[in-house]
């Protein structure tokens, strides 16, 4: 499979701790994005990569939120000291800016973050 | 503020039955504009997109939309619809001049249920 993955599927921690997602994007793909989606609601942006620069991060929710993307391939998004309100599905998107595939993303499964 | 709104938020419908959603968006400017699948316990897939030139544009499994600039929207259509469109569809705006990175702004979704 050659499209975007994510790990886990499913987290399910306690209020407090901290949790890491990962994102692996497809191959050639230079752009990564992070979205959130909560239950009724569309996909919300939180931040942005392109190669291994984050260029905007302005949406990120707080300052418990932060993401990297030290090579330029994969990408994580941590959330430290989780609260209950933040249970969402978390999605990772990647897009390539050549050719004529500029600006489609193409989006990996989401992980389900549930914070008991 | 640019934003993004489909006009409903559940939709049932029969079998053979026509299917169009509505997409509005406010913004002045020039935009890229998608509608994203996504199927029950399936990731968001790209049904179809414009950029620019024919405002109808043909997507994947019989879908189209139309592109009216000067009512600011992007409907989604299908003429005779079958119990596997059963899904949630999303409208998706890239604003460019502001995201021409590709920071996309989601409608909250429709919910479609085809019923045999």
């Known amino acids: 499979d050659t499209g975007v993955s994510q790990d886990p599927r499913h987290k399910i921690t306690k209020r407090g701790q901290n949790v890491t997602f990962r994102c692996d994007p497809i191959?050639?793909?230079?752009?990564l994005y992070w979205y959130r989606q909560t239950l009724g609601q569309g996909p919300e942006f939180l931040t942005y990569?392109?190669?291994?620069?984050?260029?905007?991060k302005s949406r990120l929710l707080s300052d418990r939120f932060s993401a990297e993307r030290p090579k330029g391939s994969f990408s994580t998004l941590e959330i430290q000291r989780t609260e209950q309100g933040d249970s969402a599905m978390y999605l990772c998107?990647?897009?390539?800016?050549?050719?004529?595939?500029?600006?489609?993303?193409?989006f990996g499964p989401g992980t389900r973050l549930t914070v008991l | 503020a640019q934003s993004v709104s489909q006009h409903n938020h559940h939709v049932i419908l029969s079998e053979a039955a026509s299917l169009e959603l509505g997409c509005n968006y406010s913004?002045?400017?020039?935009?890229?504009l998608f509608w994203y699948v996504q199927y029950p316990g399936q990731h968001l897939q790209l049904l179809l997109k414009y950029f620019s030139g024919d405002p109808l544009v043909k997507g994947i499994k019989g879908f189209e939309a139309e592109f009216i600039k000067s009512k600011f929207s992007f409907n989604l259509r299908k003429p005779s619809v079958q119990w596997s469109d059963t899904a949630e569809y999303f409208c998706?705006?890239?604003?460019?001049?502001?995201?021409?990175?590709?920071?996309?702004?989601f409608g909250a979704g429709t919910q479609v249920v085809v019923t045999p």
């Open positions: 913004y002045g400017g020039t935009v890229n």
């Open positions: 191959s050639e793909h230079n752009r």
């Open positions: 998706a705006v890239i604003f460019l001049s502001t995201d021409s990175w590709g920071k996309f702004q």
């Open positions: 990569f392109q190669n291994e620069a984050q260029l905007e």
């Open positions: 998107a990647s897009s390539s800016t050549s050719g004529s595939y500029d600006n489609e993303q193409f």
